[in-house]
Structures are given as C-alpha cells and as structure tokens.
C-alpha cells in the first residue's frame, strides 16, 4: 500500500485510555519514573488519569515537561519509562506513551487546564533556537518570572521537531500546539532571525538581555569522503527532511524536493535520522530504498520499533556495507554506486545517495561573538556551576551544540539544569546590582 504523511500509531479513545491507566500498580518505588530522563512523576499523572481527573494529570505532567504532545510521540518509551515498568518483565508495561499523549492531546483538544501567566519581574533571557532546548529553557523561566524572547532563523518555531522529524511521527499541528502553549505563557518569538548574521550576542546584550541561551543545535551534516560525494544527487539527510517538511507546509514546491518518484535510493547511515529519511523517501515516491551500514544490526543506533516499521514499509537494509564510489551519469544525474561487503564489491544502478552520518554545530554565532570557547570539534564548552554557563559571562548552551544530549528528551533535560543555571546567574547579578545601588 502506497505510504503518506499521516500519523501512523493511532491515539488511545476515552475509555482505552483509562482502562490502560486502570492497569498501572501505582509501586511505592516506581521504576518508570528512573527511567524517565526528566523525571516525569509517572504514577501520580496515571493515578489521576485513572479516576477520569485530565486536568489534574496534565498539571502533574506540566511540572517537568513543557511538551508532553511530543514526548508521547516520539520518546523511546521502549528505553526509557516503559523499558523500567515494572510489568515489563511479563511484557505487559503500562504504555505510557501512549498515555501522556491521550491525556495532552485531551487537554488541547477540550480547553481543559489554562496556566496563570506569571509577571516577568525577574530579568529578561534571549533564547537563540526554538528546538526541544530553546522551548524548554522558555518555559521553565518564563513559568518562573522571567521574561523571555526567542530567536529563531526558521520561518516557523520548533527547529527539529519542525524541521527534522517528519510528519507521520511527529504532525506540525502538535509542535504548533506545544508552542502555542509556550507562547501563552508570555514567550516572544522572533521568527526568520538568525543570530550571528541578523545581529549578535553583543547587540542582544545592549538591548538589555540579562543571559543568553545558545540552543542551536548541530545544522552542519558531516560528510564522508567517498569519490563522486560532491555530486548534486548525493543529499544530506537532515536538509532532505527540512526540504520535505517546507513542501509538506507549503512553502516549497515538488520540484525542489528532488528526491522521490520512482527513484532508487542509498541511505548512508543507520541512526534514527537515516530511517526517517529512508522512510520519507518511499513516502515521496521512491521505487526501491536501501540502508547500508558498515556495522551489524546489533551496533544500529536507530530504535528497534523504528527498524521494525521501515521494514514493513519496504525500507532494505544491507549491514557490513559501505558505499565506496559513487558514480555520476551526468551533471544531475547518478548512475550507479559501488557497494563493498566484507571486501567484495559490486556495481548497482542509483538516482541519489543520502547521508545521515551525524551532524556538528554551526560556527556562526561563536565566530562573532568574544570569548565563546568551543573543543576541537566545534561544540560549545560549558560550565557545572552556574550549570551550562559558557566561557563568555552571561552566556549559556545546551542541548546538542554542547555533544551533551542525543534525543529530544535528553535535550529537554539538560536544557532543565540550564534553566536553573539561568536562574542563579540573573539572581546573583540583581542581586549585586541592588546592592551596589543602595550603597
Ligand atoms: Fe505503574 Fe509500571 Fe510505573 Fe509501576 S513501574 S508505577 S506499574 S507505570
């Protein structure tokens, strides 16, 4: 059957959801929540949601995630909270998931809980970068009085929770939702605004920003060095999945896509990056994908479910490979790709080869900005104390443009300590600043 971009795992209705709450043993010690990279108080939000009280679940879950919509979709539950349930040992774990995006979804859907907006007393926080980081550090602060502005150099919010993770596993109108919850809080958003070209760290600190939050992520894609690599036909994964989603919105038509319609794909890589794209190009019309990894199955990065579900869809794999040549037919056009498995080669026909090897921070706010020190590779060094503080006073980072996290709730963790980090440094310096003026 032909694939689209519609959502494929199906929400619980009313009464599955409860029934599945109903199910959850509410342990003393619970082990779903140490799985939970930001802790999510678990059985509480279950609890409630087993006696039909939504609103109260979804306060519960508001205290330590500010997209809960997300996280139900696109956490590896399977890793995290529902791997520790308790009831996993006889397969049967609470799908909690499933549960926190039936009880967000509900909320949003009927209105149900409505934050009270806090007055922003506390200093005001530039947040460069409106992915799962940069919306976590503005909700946390702007919850906590501070005023915060977002910068953001997309035409829409959400970086790769817009940009980077495709519509069947995450829908634009969740990430929509999420972030209009965030903006009721009292966040400004900035948008078509890139920092380091729009203007600098420095001008944001003379227009009275109090601290700086670097959430920009890592948009440079590495490449390998393989013959024939420079060939237009050869596609970086992550701007594929950013072309695809502009196409899927509207703002780009088919044609610059490129990739799709009966094309025969390669997708280097084995992380979930290289799956969403795999699983995108069959969705655009590819005749035939294939995954090549120079590793076995055992070392693939990509979740087991996800595996499992390109593999339905048609998605090849061929483990122990790499791509040695990549041959072009003519300026825009490839011919063929060498593949070489454990030393044997051979010759097949190819239209594009999309490279999913990992991705390193962009240099362009460091490059013009004073004393941010980054390591060799490129990623912004930090701080314990404040938490998340760069080399350059006032200025912070984290999620991925520090190497810390790897998903999109590890990059909310972080982000978490930051915010606190965030919170220490404004005080101290108010704090210093009053005295001083009394004096
Ligand atoms: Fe419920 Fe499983 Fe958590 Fe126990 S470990 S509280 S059964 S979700």
């Keep these: 059957m032909k694939k689209d971009f519609r959502e494929i795992n199906e929400s619980y209705t009313l009464p599955q959801a409860i029934r599945e709450a109903q199910r959850c043993l509410h342990c003393k010690v619970p082990s779903c929540k140490k ?11 279950i609890a409630e949601l087993a006696k039909g009280n939504f609103g109260n679940a979804m306060q519960i879950i508001n205290r330590r995630s500010n997209l809960p919509a997300v996280c139900g979709r696109v956490c590896a539950h399977e890793k ?10 006889k397969g049967t774990h609470i799908n909690i998931g499933k549960l926190e995006r039936f009880v967000a979804d509900f909320d949003s859907d009927a209105g149900l ?12 926080v530039a947040v460069i970068g ?12 702007s919850r906590k009085g501070f005023g915060v502005e977002i910068f953001e150099m997309e035409p829409e919010p959400g970086g790769v929770l817009m940009y980077g993770i495709p519509e069947y596993r995450l829908p634009k109108e969740v990430v929509r939702r999420e972030i209009k919850k965030i903006e009721h809080l009292g966040v400004i958003f900035h948008l078509n605004n890139t920092i380091g070209e729009k203007h600098t760290i420095d001008e944001l600190f003379e227009q009275g920003f109090d601290a700086i939050f670097m959430g920009t992520g890592t948009g440079v894609p590495k490449r390998l060095n393989i013959p024939g690599v420079n060939h237009p036909a050869v596609r970086q994964a992550i701007r594929f999945l950013r072309r695809v989603s502009l196409y899927e919105s509207g703002c780009m038509s088919r044609d610059e896509v490129i990739v799709g319609n009966d094309d025969i794909v390669f997708v280097i890589g084995c992380g979930n990056t290289a799956l969403d794209a795999a699983r995108t190009a069959i969705r655009m019309g590819s005749k035939e994908v294939t995954v090549v990894y120079h590793r076995d199955i055992s ?14 869809e048609g998605v090849k794999f061929l483990w122990n490979t790499s791509i040695t040549n990549i041959q072009a037919l003519d300026p825009t056009h490839l011919r063929s790709v060498t593949l070489n498995t454990d030393g044997i080669e051979t010759v097949v026909p ?8 990992g991705s390193a921070p962009a240099a362009r706010i460091v ?6 020190e980054v390591d060799e590779k490129g990623y912004v060094l930090t701080r314990e104390n404040p938490y998340g503080m760069t080399t350059r006073k006032g200025v912070f980072a984290g999620g991925d443009v520090t190497n810390r996290p790897a998903t999109v709730v590890h990059a909310m963790r972080d982000a ?22 009394d004096k």
């Design 35 to 45: 799985g939970c990279p930001i802790s999510n108080d678990i059985p509480e939000w």
């Design 80 to 89: 995290q909270c529902e791997g520790h349930c308790v009831l996993e040992k």
């Design 113 to 124: 809980t409505h934050e009270a907006i806090p007055e922003k007393t506390r200093g005001r």
């Design 130 to 141: 409106s992915g799962p980081a940069g919306l976590t550090i503005a909700g946390d602060l």
């Design 299 to 312: 070392h693939m990065k990509a979740l087991r479910s996800e595996y499992d579900e390109a593999v339905n």
């Design 350 to 357: 190819a239209d594009h080869v999309v490279m999913a090897v």
């Design 367 to 372: 490059s013009t900005t004073e004393g941010i």
């Design 416 to 437: 978490k300590q930051v915010a606190e980090g965030i919170e220490r440094y404004v005080d101290a310096v108010k704090l210093m600043e009053s005295i001083n003026t």
